[in-house]
């Protein structure tokens, strides 16, 4: 991995971090002054909102990301690439957005805060992150989520107050939304001149595009869907429950996805200019080494303490969400190794349709699971359903890319994080100090957990090395040493 694409690993994770973090922060005030029902509202119409600016960006955050990838070495090809493919989204956007007022006059049970996420839709018809992605330059998308969400989260604790503020709460995060997306705009034209937009061009992107957008509708199944399908069969509260979690699983995601968009285009550029197969297999290798280690320790370490955090973190009448950890995320392990594979095996290599047939079987499960759970479940049985769908796209991919390669030999890669982490998991169950202040007692379940796991996980390398006699553990070492060495300078 060259310099440059360890620098945009830290940069992507700044940024996803920063888009988790500050809801995070802003998680148990807004709860505490929304309430269920009043996050629930929010969270149903912003998905509804996310639903039709899915119609806008298409396939583009992986079409465009690749596109220009795969041309960023030709100031003229990118420049043409781009303004061919935006013209696109911008039509899009025309489109979409009458639609969408349509929907806020004449089906909306919440006019007002549905009227407000128009700014939402229009933001996303701005939004050319993934030109910036393509082009490998993180620190600028950085840079806009740092400034925005600074400012949104002070302007979320200076303005809501109550239950009545839920509109108020949609301005202050559709004006963030909307200004993160103009400030990426006046850098662009160091990177690119103008050309200008020829029909044939741009429906030259229309149906790879589309082909790409396949696999966005089959994934807000079980993002967004879920939890439209929940506000309609259940009720308002139970969405805002699922909402209020979700927020929290996103945190074992945050390094996922960001890693996942840094080696995309580098893995794209590797194809496109023939790298040598070993090699990409050996980042592969690495990269699951990472992800696993990261999604495990942090994902059954918020199980591990979720009783005792519910509570403290959402405030009374939020115990629900305890549940919906321990049964949402055990899928940040399927959906790492997902992320893994889509980004550097089957995005790079064109091979859109086995990624469409994997996310349209995630897609069906889900359906089927929330029609026949949810009434019975609720905001549980929508839990279920994402876990089953996640769990089933991993196993199709799995089956999908053995035909080209060893695929058992990165998945058991997996298995020892796993372990350690469901021992950590077990173990916490056993652990409590009811003499001992909150606070001090769930630090220190924290602390006895990170080390059962670390423990846990030295003990299954040393049985890999001196028992099975396989190479996991020089695997593990040679990937941290590979990611941290630097690079002698040469000498004259």
Not at 51 to 59: E, N, T, V
Not at 143 to 157: D, H, V, Y
Not at 334 to 349: D, V
Not at 397 to 406: P, S
Request: hydrophobic share 50%; net charge positive; proline share 3%.
């Amino acid at each position: 991995m060259k310099s440059k694409a360890k620098q945009n690993i830290i940069y992507n994770f700044i940024y996803h971090v920063f888009v988790i973090v500050v809801p995070l922060i802003t998680t148990p005030y807004v709860t505490r002054k929304l309430g269920a029902t009043g996050v629930g509202e929010y969270g149903f119409e912003y998905s509804v909102a996310a639903y039709f600016a899915l119609f806008i960006k298409l396939g583009l955050n992986n079409y465009g990301n690749r596109a220009i990838a795969y041309t960023r070495d030709n100031k003229e090809e990118v420049s043409k690439e781009f303004w061919n493919i935006y013209f696109f989204q911008f039509l899009c956007t025309v489109v979409v957005s009458v639609f969408y007022l349509g929907y806020c006059f004449l089906i909306s049970g919440s006019f007002l805060v549905s009227f407000i996420l128009i700014l939402y839709i229009l933001s996303t018809g701005l939004d050319i992150a993934w030109f910036y992605w393509g082009m490998e330059e993180f620190k600028v998308t950085v840079t806009r989520g740092t400034l925005i969400k600074i400012l949104s989260t002070i302007a979320i604790f200076i303005f809501i107050k109550d239950e009545d503020d839920v509109a108020l709460y949609t301005l202050i995060l559709c004006i963030g939304s909307v200004g993160g997306q103009i400030f990426l705009w006046p850098r662009l034209f160091r990177y690119i001149s103008f050309v200008k937009p020829t029909r044939a061009e741009v429906i030259k992107h229309i149906k790879p595009n589309l082909i790409l957008f396949l696999p966005a509708i089959a994934v807000s199944f079980y993002k967004i869907m879920d939890k439209i399908m929940l506000g309609v069969i259940s009720n308002k509260a139970e969405v805002g429950f699922y909402e209020s979690s979700e927020k929290i699983i996103k945190v074992p995601m945050a390094v996922v996805e960001s890693f996942g968009a840094v080696m995309q285009p580098r893995m794209s550029n590797l194809v496109a200019n023939k790298a040598d197969p070993r090699y990409m297999s050996e980042v592969l290798k690495k990269s699951i080494i990472v992800i696993m280690l990261s999604s495990t320790i942090l994902g059954f370490g918020i199980m591990s303490v979720a009783d005792e955090f519910v509570p403290a973190y959402y405030g009374a009448g939020f115990e629900q969400c305890s549940l919906l950890f321990k049964i949402l995320l055990p899928s940040c392990m399927f959906l790492a190794l997902t992320n893994i594979f889509k980004t550097q095996y089957l995005l790079p290599k064109k091979k859109d349709k086995e990624y469409i047939r994997a996310l349209f079987t995630g897609a069906i499960v889900n359906v089927l699971m929330n029609i026949l759970l949810i009434p019975l479940m609720a905001s549980g049985g929508a839990a279920v359903g994402t876990l089953a769908a996640e769990a089933s796209v991993c196993l199709v991919i799995a089956l999908t890319a053995r035909r080209e390669m060893k695929v058992l030999d990165y998945y058991r890669l997996a298995v020892p994080f796993v372990l350690a982490g469901g021992v950590m998991f077990v173990v916490s169950y056993y652990i409590s100090f009811p003499g001992m202040s909150f606070i001090w007692g769930l630090l220190l379940k924290i602390v006895i957990c990170g080390l059962v796991y670390v423990v846990m996980l030295a003990v299954l390398l040393l049985l890999s090395k001196y028992v099975l006699k396989n190479d996991f553990c020089d695997e593990v070492v040679s990937t941290f040493s590979f990611l941290w060495k630097r690079k002698k300078p040469k000498n004259g």
